[in-house]
């Protein structure tokens, strides 16, 4: 079974540019999760969805962030005007279900804002 | 806000040594989850504990968990050097329509020396 696909797996741009990560997710998996991982920290949520519903947005910084999941499946996470601060690790998660349903990590993508 | 916070933040033993890991978390609880990272890699998930439960076995890990303490310990017997990874303990607490919402700690650093 193929396990959550995520790419770029490392993007460098300048302040300001904007920028886009794609994921994934395991086949048949129907809640989705973008995490930011700051260095040496651990993942923090910014959006989950149910299919094709954000469900759970309150920690992406809406001024600058947007994220879509077109009929449920792969989603894409855009982020314009990229800011010094941005710099991370994304993760792309699924489930299926949410209750006490294990999440599966894609690799991530390494941004590095100059 | 992470609410979990792993304890040591680096750990460093010898090959066949065992490792002990450390998890306080500061509201209730549904579950708590352990996770592995590899550096460059995404999580992967590692074992899973109810509330209701105080400790659990898979192969060479056992967790435990006190509720009356708020906290969480990840033991890894006879550690081998494939084990060296950053470990992460991830709260769980039931959000609005039944969904979950994993909050996760800072991570221990684990390495181990042949």
């Known amino acids: 079974e193929a396990g959550v696909v995520q790419s770029p797996r490392y993007k460098i741009i300048e302040k300001k540019q904007p920028v886009a990560f794609w994921c994934n997710p395991i086949?048949?998996?129907?809640?989705l999760y973008w995490y930011r991982q700051n260095l040496g920290q651990g993942p923090e949520l910014l959006i989950r969805?149910?299919?094709?519903?954000?469900?759970?947005d309150s920690q992406l910084p809406k001024d600058r962030f947007s994220a879509e999941r077109l009929k449920g499946v792969d989603s894409t996470l855009k982020i314009q005007p990229a800011e010094l601060g941005d710099s991370a690790v994304y993760l792309c998660?699924?489930?299926?279900?949410?209750?006490?349903?294990?999440?599966?990590f894609g690799p991530g993508t390494r941004l590095l804002v100059l | 806000s992470q609410q979990g916070e792993e304890d040591p933040q680096a750990l460093s033993i010898q090959e066949g040594e065992n490792a002990t890991m450390n998890c306080s978390y500061k509201?209730?609880?549904?579950?708590l989850q352990w996770y592995r990272q590899n550096s460059g890699r995404g999580l992967v998930h590692l074992i899973l504990?109810?509330?209701?439960?105080r400790e659990k076995h898979s192969g060479r890990l056992r967790v435990t968990l006190d509720t009356s303490k708020k906290s969480s310990s990840l033991l890894i017997t006879a550690s081998r050097a494939a084990d060296t990874a950053s470990y992460f303990c991830a709260t769980v607490k039931l959000i609005i329509q039944g969904a979950q919402k994993l909050v996760f700690g800072q991570g221990t650093r684990l390495t181990i020396n042949p």
């Open positions: 998660a699924s489930s299926l279900g949410t209750l006490e349903k294990t999440q599966y």
């Open positions: 086949s048949g998996h129907n809640t």
């Open positions: 509201t209730s609880i549904n579950n």
């Open positions: 969805y149910e299919n094709e519903e954000a469900v759970d």
């Open positions: 504990i109810r509330s209701n439960e």
